[in-house]
T-cell receptor, first 114, second 112 residues
Framework: SQQGEEDPQALSIQEGENATMNCSYKTSINNLQWYRQNSGRGLVHLILIRSNEREKHSGRLRVTLDTSKKSSSLLITASRAADTASYFCATDRREAGTASKLTFGTGTRLQVTL | GAGVSQSPSNKVTEKGKDVELRCDPISGHTALYWYRQSLGQGLEFLIYFQGNSAPDKSGLPSDRFSAERTGGSVSTLTIQRTQQEDSAVYLC??????????FGSGTQLSVL
């Protein structure tokens, strides 16, 4: 079953605008990660935020985490056509001493037009 | 290799046939994962291997699915008596410290 649910399912914006995607999850987590997928194949890790962090930045990406609401958001600023992809959140509920067992959401399809 | 390698990239098979999908993780990565992604959907966890520990098979959808990891490196996912609902992209990922996952490009499986 899906742990994360992204919102919106699809988003279309113009180049230069900001894109915001949201992720909600159901159970407590150790960390939450965002991945990007082009053309339905391999995923690329974007950013990881731990449960004791509230905000994190990486280049044009800004991620927030609200554990009380069990939600996260990914903001892409000054979007480019090359940002067109699907974006997935993934939650890590791993127990101490075990490897990550990420549970992925359903994804947001972002279309950036010129 | 430089990244996670999966083969074949595409596989077309007939219903009822067995298929084997291969994953070659990044050298030195101790954790290896298999996920399945149906068209337009999120990723469904199948199985993961961590070092010499027993694999977590909790995501395998039926006993037709099995996986092994030989020598702590290459992994093979086997699907016996394939069904049309098995059609999907099968993604492999590896990890060094058990957090950030590195994905391969996947195998597109089509069962006719």
């Amino acid at each position: 079953s899906q742990q994360g649910e992204e919102d919106p399912q699809a988003l279309s914006i113009q180049e230069g605008e900001n894109a915001t995607m949201n992720c909600s999850y159901k159970t407590s987590i150790n960390n939450l990660q965002w991945y990007r997928q082009n053309s339905g194949r391999g995923l690329v890790h974007l950013i990881l935020i731990r449960s004791n962090e509230r905000e994190k930045h990486s280049g044009r990406l800004r991620v927030t985490l609200d554990t009380s609401k069990k939600s996260s958001s990914l903001l892409i600023t000054a979007s480019r056509a090359a940002d067109t992809a699907s974006y997935f959140c993934a939650t890590d509920r791993r127990e101490a001493g075990t490897a990550s067992k990420l549970t992925f959401g359903t994804g947001t399809r972002l279309q950036v037009t010129l | 290799g430089a990244g996670v390698s999966q083969s074949p990239s595409n596989k077309v098979t007939e219903k009822g046939k067995d298929v084997e999908l291969r994953c070659d993780p990044i050298s030195g990565h101790t954790a290896l994962y298999w996920y399945r992604q149906s068209l337009g959907q999120g990723l469904e966890f199948l199985i993961y291997f961590q070092g010499n520990s027993a694999p977590d098979k909790s995501g395998l959808p039926s006993d037709r699915f099995s996986a092994e990891r030989t020598g702590g490196s290459v992994s093979t996912l086997t699907i016996q008596r394939t069904q049309q609902e098995d059609s999907a992209v099968y993604l492999c990922a590896s990890s060094l410290y058990g957090e950030k996952l590195f994905f391969g490009s996947g195998t597109q499986l089509s069962v006719l």
